[in-house]
């Protein structure tokens, strides 16, 4: 969103425009953005065969899942049903990379059937996999290189306590189960959290895999996950993807003619292709002026962005139907029935009751993590591709509450 001769605008349509046609709370994704910054990471890694594995968790929608694919984007998934929304996509199953953790057997049997590129997370499914499939269907593992690296404990995955990965100090227990079920690893995987802003950890991390890939002579590429920064705020420091890309690709270059082939270089990026795209757009019930704070009650909250509450996240808030207006201090907080601060202390311009505000970086984790909670209805979804917004997910409805309640009498 952008400030055009004092009015906001996405793509040129002016956001005021797309709640009265669509409503409000609003989720507005735009296109363009989605697609540069897909193609920033494309040309930062591009002296490597790179291929981006689009995190489909952060936001699943199945026409943002089409824009993706369309333009040139692969695809993570961490459950059967993500895999199948990315076929329905049109996604091939090559395509797809199924990373879960602690699912049941049978759902990884049920995404072998599938074809896609399974990826294994514990030395016991490990067991199993082996002793099904042998030689004749190849996986990759996901291993915990034990660093500590990501914004925060609850989005940090690769440090010992965590629940994800094989330990890289259980190399010798992964070496026996591979050898004794002669299972062919054909990618090693890791994943150490987000919002990591290092050049180095992901250069470490690297170096670890590279130590361990003269174990695993099948292997046709080497996965480093994500945790790709991006701003959250004017000032943030974020992830510099460029100069990663010149150190990261020289490297794993120079490794595979080590290793005596050209290998993929693949990424797993959920937040840095979707998160800055969108914006939820709320409207502003009441004003009210407390002794100590003046609090904003918008008509959302929690319920349909949880990263505040969360992680901790910091959302910038601002006022589209007021971009002039005088800067004051306020808390902005949802309707539901349970502390939901969207913004605490914020300088916003002047807000009116009925004023439209926008929360940035709504684009990740926003929709995908929304619930009912409070029976609210989860907001529409629209989609500004070509200058022309379009609806791609409809505001539920009193129906949707009640579809799957069985009401017995009482
Ligand atoms: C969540 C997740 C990602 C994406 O993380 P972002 O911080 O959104 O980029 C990538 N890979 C795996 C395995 C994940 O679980």
Do not use: W
């Given at each position: 969103m952008e400030l055009q001769q004092g009015v906001y605008r996405i793509q040129g349509i002016d956001p005021h425009a797309l709640v009265k046609e669509f409503g409000s709370p609003l989720y507005v994704y735009d296109a363009d953005k989605i697609v540069s910054q897909l193609r920033t990471l494309k040309t930062a890694f591009a002296a490597s065969d790179v291929r981006i594995k689009y995190a489909a968790k952060a936001l699943t929608n199945l026409s943002i899942l089409k824009l993706l694919r369309k333009s040139g984007s692969d695809i993570d998934v961490v459950s059967i049903q993500e895999a199948q929304l990315a076929l329905r996509a049109g996604f091939e199953p090559a395509q797809i990379m199924y990373t879960p953790s602690g699912v049941d057997f049978n759902e990884l049997i049920a995404c072998v059937d599938l074809g896609l590129t399974v990826n294994i997370d514990n030395l016991s499914t490990l067991a199993k996999f082996g002793k099904k499939y042998r030689d004749t269907y190849p996986c990759s593992i996901r291993l915990n290189p034990h660093i500590?690296?990501?914004?925060?404990?609850?989005?940090?995955?690769?440090?010992?306590?965590?629940?994800?990965?094989?330990?890289?100090?259980?190399?010798?227990?992964?070496?026996?189960?591979?050898?004794?079920?002669?299972?062919?690893?054909?990618?090693?995987?890791?994943?150490?959290?987000?919002d990591i802003t290092e050049s180095d950890v992901f250069l470490k991390m690297a170096d670890i895999l590279f130590g361990l890939a003269k174990n695993f002579p099948h292997l046709k590429f080497m996965d480093f996950g994500s945790g790709f920064k991006v701003a959250y705020k004017e000032?943030?420091?974020?992830?510099?993807?460029?100069?990663?890309?010149?150190?990261?690709?020289?490297?794993?270059?120079?490794?595979?003619?080590?290793?005596?082939?050209?290998?993929?270089?693949?990424?797993?990026?959920?937040?840095?292709?979707?998160?800055?795209?969108?914006?939820?757009?709320?409207?502003?019930?009441?004003?009210?002026?407390?002794?100590?704070?003046?609090?904003?009650?918008?008509?959302?909250?929690?319920?349909?962005?949880?990263?505040?509450?969360?992680y901790d996240a910091y959302h910038t808030i601002i006022n589209v139907s007021n971009p002039g207006g005088e800067k004051k201090q306020y808390t902005v907080v949802g309707y539901i029935c349970e502390t939901d601060t969207l913004g605490a202390d914020r300088m916003i311009s002047e807000v009116r009751e009925g004023d439209l505000l926008a929360l940035k970086n709504a684009g990740a984790y926003g929709f995908s993590m929304a619930s009912n909670y409070?029976?609210?209805?989860?907001?529409?979804?629209?989609?500004?591709?070509?200058?022309?917004?379009?609806?791609?997910?409809?505001?539920?409805?009193?129906?949707?509450?009640?579809?799957?309640?069985?009401?017995?009498d009482i």
């Open positions: 500590m690296a990501g914004g925060n404990l609850k989005i940090s995955t690769g440090h010992s306590n965590s629940k994800f990965g094989i330990s890289v100090h259980q190399l010798p227990e992964i070496l026996e189960t591979v050898s004794a079920h002669n299972i062919r690893i054909n990618g090693l995987h890791i994943h150490t959290g987000s000032g943030d420091v974020v992830t510099n993807v460029n100069d990663l890309g010149q150190k990261l690709t020289k490297a794993f270059n120079e490794f595979c003619e080590g290793y005596g082939r050209k290998l993929e270089l693949h990424f797993e990026p959920g937040k840095f292709i979707v998160s800055e795209s969108g914006h939820l757009l709320v409207r502003t019930n009441v004003v009210k002026k407390t002794p100590t704070v003046t609090f904003v009650g918008v008509d959302s909250g929690l319920n349909h962005l949880i990263r505040p509450m969360m409070n029976s609210r209805f989860r907001p529409a979804e629209v989609l500004i591709i070509n200058g022309q917004a379009k609806l791609i997910r409809e505001r539920e409805t009193f129906e949707d509450l009640l579809r799957h309640q069985v009401e017995i």
